[in-house]
């Protein structure tokens, strides 16, 4: 009798020292991919000047998008910020991610900036043709 209470025991004691994930915490990969649309939601939200001028919020798209609502993201984030070593992982990945965006964004505005090859050559056409009479040329 004694070992079947003992069994019991160390059995229930194996089963509540085990952390699983509560059941309406986001998954580790799902939980990324909120915060990044929601940290994306909160910029567009920032940069329109008319805050009416949004026919939509952006956030709340966030939630429907990905079929949650404020409480289970609250209980994924207390999740996660007490497992630091996740948090930190997921904070890394998604500052990367931002990191290559921002430089792809950077990319295509110095591109836009630069004179495309074709614009460097017809200028030069330009200056040549007015420093060489093309009629001289001809006629000698």
Known sequence: MARKILFILFVFLIVSCKQDK????????RFKAVMKDLILAQSIKNMSFDKDSLDFNPIELVYK???IDSIILK????????????????????KTEFKHKQDSI????????KPSKKTIKSDKIKVLKKNINIDKLIHH
Do not use: M, Q, R
């Open 22 to 29: 509560p059941k309406d915490v986001l998954d580790k990969t």
């Open 65 to 67: 998008t990905y079929h």
């Open 106 to 113: 950077d990319s295509i505005i110095g591109k836009a900036k």
């Open 75 to 94: 209980k994924s984030t207390d999740y996660y910020s007490k497992k630091p070593e996740i948090f930190k992982e997921i904070y890394s990945e998604l």
